[in-house]
């Protein structure tokens, strides 16, 4: 595994000891979030050090560390991810009346252990040349025979598509659930791909007609290939609202600089701040007074699904359980 560590200090930098600092324990690409950290120091004088890992490494080094842990923060993506570390005891409740303003109730969790900084749609995407969007409707749609050899979805071994389930699962019951992914599982055009882009990928090349991505991998494909034969559709409108998960963040159980941590919170939940959180990957604020990047926005609004992104975490074992029997790989 190839693993990144950092530590990233401006006032070090200029040879300056800071007054205060906080340290990010971080499961974003640096090149995301260094931006982020370096505006808000400028803005604040707080030092951010970040050490940089995939998920599961860094909620075990949490879990190692104990109270001799430097990280006042965990950030990192999806809200499954984060109910983890919440569930293992590695969050501390933070009662705060920013971050209870900025960010809506079901980007967040029901114990104020984490919050969604950006949101992530996690919807239809179709051939432009064979399908039209009033041929599509609903997630639990694409089990329908109609779609038979038609599909393509992303290996279940994603978190993005445990979370996803996991959701259907609070929706819809096991039991219904169970049979919507058996029906995915039939009506598959190829085995699971490893990853949203080579979906979209197979979908424009037209080794399927519809699939299920994040959007920002469909913005990032976009940007290079602005013919790509693919469109974007809005799933669940006339239901319960299009799948979303979030990036988020939580204070460590055992922060040092717990002021300095909630402050570095409620400033990337600023409306100053939230532009630069979404767009550099292309994805939507959390906060909704703020707009999203023009591409973003160019996609059209959306009902986003109203169940609290906690569930997708919750949900997961089962989640994972029942992909595993409905022969999702």
Known sequence: MKRIAALVSLSLLSGVVAAESVTVYSARNDQLVKPLFDAFSKETGIEVRTLTDKEGPLLEKLKAEGANTPADVLLTVDAGNLWAAA??????????????A???AHLRDPGNQWFGLSVRARTMFYNKIKLKPSDLSTYEDLANV????????RTSKKVYNQSLVGMLIEENGEAKTEQIVKGWVANLATDPLPDDTKLLEAIAAGQCDVGIANTYYFGRLIEKKKDLPVGLFWANQQAGGVHVNISGAGVTRHAKNEKAAIR???W???EKAQN???????EYPANPKV????????WGTFKQNQINVNKAGENQVAATKLMDRAGYR
Do not use: F, H, R, Y
């Open 87 to 100: 569930n293992a005891g590695l969050l501390k409740p933070v009662q705060s009346a920013t971050l209870a």
């Open 102 to 104: 900025n960010i809506p």
């Open 146 to 153: 109609k779609w038979k050899g038609k599909l393509c979805l």
């Open 264 to 266: 570095l919170i409620e």
């Open 268 to 270: 990337m939940s600023s």
């Open 276 to 282: 630069l959180v979404a767009d550099i990957n292309l």
């Open 291 to 298: 707009k999203p990047d023009p591409l973003v926005a160019s």
